[in-house]
């Protein structure tokens, strides 16, 4: 119910005062049935434009820490997080990515939208990085529409660190539903994937119009804090 109340009452009707979302090919998603979203992930309120256009609730697979911080804010985003219906995952190992692949699938069997950011991890300098495989392996064993969404201006708005929000229009740009049916039965090869997933991440920079770059963004966001603290000590020096 918290979803809907702040879809509809407390937060969107603002969001679309402030902002006036607009949308391309949002007749793609639909009516009934499962299916992914996968999107590019510019900024934290990318979570709070596309439901607010979806009509559909969507259920994201959210962060755990999210679910686990301390205090007063822990409190607020666990009791937010948990309202709106979104499920925590871990991210720390590869069994917990297994468990997270098996929840996602349970979502999708349910016949719910589900929601992906197959990067893993917001972007540090609006440059759209390397997919992670789990996508794949969810389009693959559920069998159902993926479609890519690119989210348009997100990261001018709140990029990563800044806690109050330019005001500024955004956009949300739906594509064509991707088929993956050829590789049906091939859900366990990498090496087909890493295929789905380069396809994914494919449409998803036409969509976007971002600059690809063939990295992990959580890499990319270790090789910029090393750099950074090489730069400190030299300065030191």
Excluded: C
């Amino acid at each position: 119910m918290l979803y809907w109340v702040l879809k509809w009452i407390v937060i969107g009707p603002w969001l679309r005062v402030l902002y006036r979302p607009w949308t391309e090919n949002l007749d793609v998603i639909p009516v009934q049935g499962p299916a992914i979203l996968v999107s590019n992930h510019l900024s934290f309120s990318d979570s709070f434009f596309l439901p607010l256009v979806v009509d559909r609730k969507i259920t994201f697979l959210a962060k755990q820490e999210y679910f686990t911080g301390k205090g007063i804010k822990g409190l607020i985003s666990r009791a937010f997080f948990t309202g709106v219906g979104q499920v925590p995952i871990d991210r720390s190992s590869g069994r917990a990515a297994e468990a997270a692949i098996i929840t996602g699938l349970r979502v999708l069997d349910e016949g719910h939208l589900l929601g992906i950011y197959p990067e893993g991890t917001r972007t540090a300098d609006g440059r759209l990085y390397r997919g992670k495989t789990g996508v794949a392996r969810m389009a693959l064993e559920s069998r159902v529409p993926v479609i890519p969404v690119a989210m348009i201006g997100t990261y001018e708005i709140q990029p990563p660190g800044r806690v109050r929000p330019n005001i500024r229009r955004v956009g949300i740009r739906f594509g064509q539903p991707l088929d993956f049916s050829r590789y049906e039965g091939l859900e366990g090869d990498r090496f087909v994937l890493r295929s789905v997933t380069d396809e994914i991440m494919y449409a998803l920079m036409e969509l976007s119009d971002q600059e690809y770059v063939d990295v992990y963004a959580s890499r990319a966001k270790e090789l910029r804090a090393e750099r950074a603290a090489v730069a400190a000590g030299q300065d030191d020096d």
